[in-house]
């Protein structure tokens, strides 16, 4: 049975600067053997393998930083500077924030050590939050961040509890997702919001994965998650994925910038989406 230790609680207090409610925030230990990494996914998500001694260990529970008591959610380098306007919304949707994760998770303790389920709910918190940040905080690119974590755990919890049905939230935020990417990428051509402010793109946390890794992102996840229903939809899409990915192999050499595992994963997706979109058309 594992039973070693996989996080601590961080030294210094920090303070909710919505209700004011202090904690210490819980950190992730590495080293001794408790980051036993797998695969890279298509999704440029990193996979860990269980051991005897730590169990699963899932490192993307804990990035963003929730106030136990009012749920405020925000990546650690927004989550205590707001303009005024930012704490009055987000002070204002405390209840609606609670009521609808509560519909998603009814026992949530974010006092306690985190589990599956509150690493779900600090990505989807963090989204709601961000609707209310200022253009300065990249709030597009922070929502659509995590919905493909939240996404990505909740295939996890889906993992150990298919009769739960948390694949069908997984496929939700993985969707949510590629819209939100496709929107970071508007505007930041629009010059709404610059992702060349973004310190570290991820998506995981293991890799910055830049520019190019968003506009991977895109493809694969408008390729998988993306719209189906209907076919010219789909064709639009599908087109938007292509362009977005043929940007990344279009060079055809790796680098710093792009490294080879992720222009490798460019052209298996470009030919994923070119075949989907013969298929679609008749090679039209």
Same mark, same amino acid.
């Given at each position: 049975?594992?039973?070693?230790?996989?996080?601590?609680?961080?030294?210094?207090?920090?303070?909710?600067?919505?209700?004011?409610?202090?904690?210490?925030?819980?950190?992730?230990?590495?080293?001794?053997?408790?980051?036993?990494?797998?695969?890279?996914?298509?999704?440029?998500?990193?996979?860990?393998?269980?051991?005897?001694?730590?169990?699963?260990?899932?490192?993307?529970?804990?990035?963003?930083?929730?106030?136990?008591?009012?749920?405020?959610?925000?990546?650690?380098?927004?989550?205590?500077?707001?303009?005024?306007?930012?704490?009055?919304?987000?002070?204002?949707?405390?209840?609606?924030?609670?009521?609808?994760?509560?519909?998603?998770?009814?026992?949530?303790?974010?006092?306690?050590?985190?589990?599956?389920?509150?690493?779900?709910?600090?990505?989807?918190?963090?989204?709601?939050?961000?609707?209310?940040?200022?253009?300065?905080?990249?709030?597009? &690119?922070?929502?659509?961040? =995590? @919905?493909?974590? *939240?996404?990505? /755990?909740? #295939? $996890?919890?889906?993992?150990?509890?298919?009769? !739960?049905?948390?694949?069908?939230?997984?496929?939700? &935020?993985?969707?949510?997702? =590629? @819209?939100?990417? *496709?929107?970071? /990428?508007? #505007? $930041?051509?629009?010059?709404?919001?610059?992702? !060349?402010?973004?310190?570290?793109?991820?998506?995981?946390?293991?890799?910055?994965?830049?520019?190019?890794?968003?506009?991977? /992102?895109?493809?694969?996840?408008?390729?998988?998650?993306?719209?189906?229903?209907?076919?010219?939809?789909?064709?639009?899409?599908?087109?938007?994925?292509?362009?977005?990915?043929?940007?990344?192999?279009?060079?055809?050499?790796?680098?710093?910038?792009?490294?080879?595992?992720?222009?490798?994963?460019?052209?298996?997706?470009?030919?994923?989406?070119?075949?989907?979109?013969?298929?679609?058309?008749?090679?039209?």
């Amino acid at each position: 049975m594992a039973e070693g230790k996989v996080s601590y609680r961080a030294k210094n207090d920090t303070v909710c600067p919505i209700c004011g409610y202090e904690f210490k925030r819980e950190e992730l230990l590495t080293g001794g053997g408790r980051m036993n990494a797998g695969e890279l996914t298509d999704e440029l998500h990193r996979v860990y393998l269980s051991t005897q001694k730590f169990g699963d260990v899932y490192p993307l529970i804990y990035p963003v930083s929730v106030c136990p008591h009012c749920w405020y959610a925000a990546y650690p380098r927004h989550f205590e500077e707001l303009t005024a306007e930012e704490h009055s919304q987000i002070q204002d949707s405390i209840g609606k924030r609670k009521n609808m994760i509560k519909s998603l998770f009814k026992n949530l303790d974010f006092d306690k050590d985190r589990g599956l389920e509150e690493g779900i709910s600090s990505y989807v918190l963090a989204a709601q939050c961000y609707e209310y940040r200022v253009p300065e905080t990249n709030p597009t &690119f922070y929502s659509g961040l =995590s @919905f493909i974590r *939240g996404g990505w /755990l909740a #295939k $996890d919890l889906h993992d150990l509890m298919p009769a !739960e049905n948390y694949d069908y939230m997984s496929r939700i &935020f993985l969707r949510k997702a =590629s @819209f939100y990417y *496709g929107e970071v /990428l508007e #505007k $930041d051509r629009n010059r709404t919001e610059s992702i !060349e402010d973004v310190p570290n793109h991820g998506p995981d946390i293991d890799n910055n994965f830049g520019y190019d890794g968003v506009l991977y /992102l895109l493809g694969v996840l408008l390729l998988k998650y993306g719209q189906s229903d209907d076919s010219s939809r789909r064709i639009s899409s599908l087109k938007e994925a292509r362009s977005a990915v043929a940007r990344i192999v279009g060079m055809g050499k790796s680098s710093k910038s792009k490294p080879s595992a992720l222009l490798e994963l460019g052209r298996e997706l470009h030919k994923k989406i070119k075949k989907e979109l013969e298929d679609i058309t008749g090679g039209a």
